[in-house]
């Protein structure tokens, strides 16, 4: 670890991002093309000018802004050099010395999509597509956008290099609308905000860090080697460290995304007021729920609104006041409540935003439970599993389309909460209930040790990414659908996913399961 440089906090105003123009409208669609490129950026007032990867060279990249149900066509396109500025491992599976560095693929995280445009790990592509991935299909990506009005974000999603890419600068924002969300009177415009907030930890030249070794370990076999989940020492939002916001005495809405590695967040305003959180990951909750705190694991969201109407002149920090947190990474950003009111604020805050069918356990036509567990590999490091089995082996999971399925995520892996993301579907979480892990791991069957617990109020909405505790078995359920093809579920501690906690699953046809 390089020696912590001393940055002030709050000298930079926070970056608002921009929306992405397409290259061509139609009726009901548009098409885009967006270039990953190197580049570099000024990430605090007192850093050199930082060494990035990002998507039209901006870090984060930017905001895709759609409708429901337009089709969007993105032809993603591979600028990058062909050697990756950050430690690359090549003993892991994906990553080896034979492939190129300089690969990626893109995934709409969050987004019902085609197989084809999923990003599926190995669809990898690199510059002009000289070289690709074993299941590479196509150059521009479908998105249907059938998901209600929500928050989803792009970012990279090549195997074996997921952590890097990402810890590099290539992620952004896609947002979702409906005429529902139009109707509901939410702030807009300048007043509705999204905050990409990540962790990153820099070398004394601005140049970002990333630890080549486990554990701070200046020789490790391998070298360069993957490490543990690794949280970062600066807290940076938007693109800009610490930043503050001016803001007036009003109301906003804030669209909030960890998008860190793997850092768990616990957000407070220390003014004490609350978060009115209207939506999570795929889209609005039936009601508002007042909270004091927001806890995002990895790739998490929530859609909240903040009334500043009381606290003229204030400044108000955000604080991130997870246990595990340093001295350094409990501030996130400011808000300073020092710019008179334009006009006067008509938004309101809804009663009640609209209902959503919920799934229940007498709908579902199987239960499948999947352990999460950890082995050792042959250096010695830890080897996190799905079901015991590694990203190579045969397909365990094969879904008839338009199924409901339970998925009993068991956890007995004793750290942080493992954020588990399932692509294509949104999930509702059913429960978490805790079991007797010794007796499950001698044994290979639960023994509950207390009654389920319901999902909090704020995650009583769909979901895509779920916190999945030590000792608990946290149940999700599902319809799988409306695409028959490849996805995968995977950890989001990006450490992890990189190093075989991903699996793919398979939805096909009722006719084509029968056939197997």
Known sequence: MPEMIK??????????????????????????EVTMKEFTQKLHRDLAPTRLWGY????????????????????????????????????????EITLPEGRTVVHLHGGRTPP??????????????EQTGPLFEREIYAYPNLERATTLWYHDHTIGITRLNIYAGLAGFYLIRDKHEESLNLPKGRYEVPLLIQDRSFNPDGSLYYPSCPDNKEVC??????????DAD??????????????????????????????ILTLKLDSGQPFYQIGTDGGFLEQPVEINEIVLGA???????????RHTGQTITLKNVTKSASPETTDVMQFRVTVPLRSKDTS???AYIGKINRLTKSMAQK?????????????GRSLNLLSGKMWNDRISEVIEEGTVEIWRLINVIDDDPHPIHVHLVDFQILERQPFDVAHFQRTGKLLFTGPAVPPAPYEMGFKDTVQTPFGYVTSIIARFGPFTGRYVWHCHMLEHEDYEMMRPFEVVKAQDRRKR
């Open 7 to 32: 940055l002030q906090k709050f000298v930079d105003e926070l970056p608002i991002l921009k929306t992405l123009s397409p290259k061509k409208r139609s009726n009901g669609w548009t098409y885009y």
């Open 56 to 95: 039209e060279g901006t870090y984060p990249g930017p905001t895709f802004d759609v409708m429901q149900y337009e089709t969007v066509f993105v032809k993603w396109i591979n600028d990058l050099p062909k050697k990756h500025f950050l430690p690359v491992d090549t003993t892991i599976h994906g990553s």
């Open 116 to 129: 084809h445009s999923d990003g599926y790990p190995e669809a990898w592509f690199t510059r002009n597509f």
């Open 221 to 230: 076999t391998p070298y360069p080697s993957l490490v543990p989940p690794f």
């Open 234 to 263: 600066t807290i940076l939002v938007n693109g800009k460290v610490w930043p503050y916001m001016e803001v007036e005495p009003r109301k906003y809405r804030f669209r909030m995304l960890n998008g860190s590695n793997s850092r």
């Open 299 to 309: 790739a998490e969201r929530a859609d909240v609104i903040v009334d500043f109407s």
């Open 348 to 350: 309101s805050i809804p």
């Open 367 to 379: 239960t499948r439970d999947l352990p999460l567990i950890r082995l050792k590999d042959q250096y």
